[in-house]
């Protein structure tokens, strides 16, 4: 199993990315995706959820209208835009896919770094 993510890099405060999550080794449609991040000296946080078919995005408090989840099983891809950055943003994000069938399954990406900063 893969979960290859892409799409960090360097933004100014104020702007927007998108990262993308691309999944190989493993039937997508039947896994729950998130986002997780780790900064500098601090746990790794959860960012952002999804479920199966992508109808529901789940969301902490503290992000839920800057940050959006989706995915498109098509492409065994899952996103998170990101919006409105702030510095206190810059981490290492991780995708992270997990299936429950008698026993947990769960998988992490290598993880992308994001950058905030003028």
């Known amino acids: 199993v893969q979960l290859q993510a892409s799409g960090g890099g360097l933004v100014q405060p104020g702007g927007s990315l998108r990262l993308s999550c691309e999944a190989s080794?493993?039937?997508?449609?039947?896994?729950?995706m998130a986002w997780f991040r780790q900064a500098p000296g601090k746990e790794r946080e959860w960012v952002a959820g999804?479920?199966?078919?992508?109808?529901?995005?789940y969301y902490p408090y503290s992000l839920k209208g800057r940050f959006t989840i989706s995915r498109d099983n098509a492409k065994n891809t899952v996103y998170l835009q990101m919006n409105s950055l702030k510095p206190e943003d810059t981490a290492v994000y991780y995708c992270h896919a997990v299936r429950f069938s008698g026993i947990w399954y769960t998988y992490w990406g290598q993880g992308t770094l994001v950058t905030v900063s003028s």
């Open positions: 080794g493993l039937l997508f449609s039947t896994h729950v």
């Open positions: 999804i479920n199966w078919d992508g109808d529901n995005g």
